[in-house]
């Protein structure tokens, strides 16, 4: 095979791949047309936005009731009092949001990062994911034989010592985290 050929063959190639990816990430992308209305009406209940970059914006009292906000980049969003009850946040960005007096019932969280999200008494959220943020944030004790934490993502995290006995740890995430002396019997 000659070297036209062969140049010809790779470019038809990353052709088809490129081209799939792009097929692949429009299907998984949010709809322009669902931020946009999420920003003018701060309604947006069951909307996809999948992906969306919403980082650093003013989203309180905002209805996201239902909606599909998997893997979307909400760090430093102000979601005060927001209702996202039911809404699918898997490995959402939730790194330094504001999430005081939000609905959060029964939201999936699974591997979101949720390094210093604020929460209040207020909070509406189930206890497994109240107590991954206490860990996340610090202020949990290091005994949590038992304890339901699936899915949760404690990348990074300093472990050391905590006692996870017993504890359900299927799905979760503990990519660089420090180990040292933890129990995971």
């Not at 038809?12 to 429009?26: D, G, N, Q, R, Y």
């Not at 209305?37 to 701060?42: A, D, N, V």
Request: hydrophobic share 40%.
């Amino acid at each position: 095979m000659n070297k036209f050929a062969i140049y010809h063959k790779h470019l038809v190639s990353l052709i088809a791949i490129f081209l799939t990816l792009l097929t692949i990430s429009s299907v998984e992308a949010a709809k322009p047309k669902n931020i946009k209305k999420l920003l003018e009406t701060r309604q947006c209940k069951g909307c996809n936005l999948k992906n969306a970059d919403l980082s650093g914006l003013h989203l309180q009292q905002t209805n996201l009731q239902d909606a599909k906000l998997e893997g979307a980049n909400l760090n430093g969003a102000d979601l005060r009092g927001a209702f996202l009850k039911d809404a699918d946040l898997t490995e959402a960005d939730l790194r330094n949001a504001r999430l005081e007096d939000a609905n959060l019932e029964d939201v999936k969280l699974d591997r979101a990062k949720l390094n210093n999200t604020v929460v209040n008494y207020r909070t509406l959220i189930g206890q497994k994911w109240r107590l991954v943020l206490e860990i996340i944030n610090g202020k949990s004790n290091k005994n949590l034989q038992k304890a339901d934490l699936a899915g949760a993502n404690f990348d990074g995290l300093d472990l050391r010592n905590f006692d996870f006995q017993g504890a359900n740890l299927q799905g979760a995430s503990f990519q660089g985290a420090l180990l040292k002396g933890t129990n995971f019997q």
